[in-house]
């Protein structure tokens, strides 16, 4: 069964219809990303899909049940959980607390204590700084942090926006490994990235956004060679 069907979403920010009938479907194990412009829709695709936006209208199918209109913290306890652009931490708290946080909709300390074993072997750093107020931690470290705090929901679907944003390329370079190696613990990922190339070079599919629609899609490869996403969003001449 496919994991997540988004068919004919709209979504509205106020007046501004943002989002023009996007539908996608991410299939079991996969990496998924979208690629676009700023403005595209690309995060407000993943923010409807995680309950932050209604989609008017469109539906919205996590292993075939319905989930749009559900609150997020529904959302997440089905087992969707976002990480938001801007890592969105919590600066006063601790590194530990911050995961913590993760697991807020999860019963068993002895299942929480292995998701956490499980995050600081992913993020080693994250282990040495437990105790550290997660606002000193540097942007890398931010960013691991706050997608150990989603795994520690344990999603079936992690949706990932700009993880690379503000980094330097060896954490980026890190960064997508980490996501490589989530993926292969058994969790479906779907990307947003404006770093195109690192992208699709983790895919194994894509769809390009355009002002709110899906102009585009195709297995990675084939996209990295398309003449449109080589010319607008890869650099290429």
């Known amino acids: 069964m496919t994991s997540l069907v988004v068919d004919g979403v709209h979504a509205f920010y106020g007046h501004i219809h943002a989002l023009h009938g996007v539908s996608i479907t991410v299939q079991p194990g996969e990496i998924v990303t979208l690629i676009g412009a700023n403005g595209a829709g690309k995060s407000t695709t993943l923010k409807t899909i995680a309950g932050f936006l209604r989609p008017r209208p469109g539906r919205i199918l996590l292993e075939g049940k319905p989930i749009a209109g559900l609150p997020p913290h529904e959302i997440t306890r089905r087992g969707v959980c976002l990480v938001p652009e801007g890592r969105r931490i919590f600066p006063r708290m601790t590194v530990l607390e911050n995961l913590e946080m993760g697991a807020f909709a999860r019963g068993g300390r002895r299942e ?27 942007g890398g470290e931010q960013q691991m942090l706050a997608i150990g705090r989603a795994l520690m929901s344990r999603p079936r679907i992690l949706l990932l926006d700009e993880p690379s944003m503000g980094l330097a390329p060896v954490l980026v370079e890190l960064i997508f490994r980490t996501i490589q190696e989530i993926n292969a613990q058994g969790v479906t990922i779907l990307l947003v990235e404006q770093n195109a190339l690192m992208a699709l070079g983790v895919a194994r599919r894509g769809y390009v956004l355009e002002t709110g629609r899906v102009v585009l899609t195709d297995v990675a490869e084939r996209l990295r060679e398309n003449d449109l996403v080589r010319k607008s969003y890869l650099g290429e001449l």
Do not use: K, N, Y
Not at 118 to 128: A, N, W, Y
């Open 112 to 138: 929480i204590q292995d998701d956490l074993d499980r995050v600081c072997r992913l993020f080693p750093r994250l282990g040495e700084r437990l105790g550290q107020t997660a606002g000193t931690l540097s």
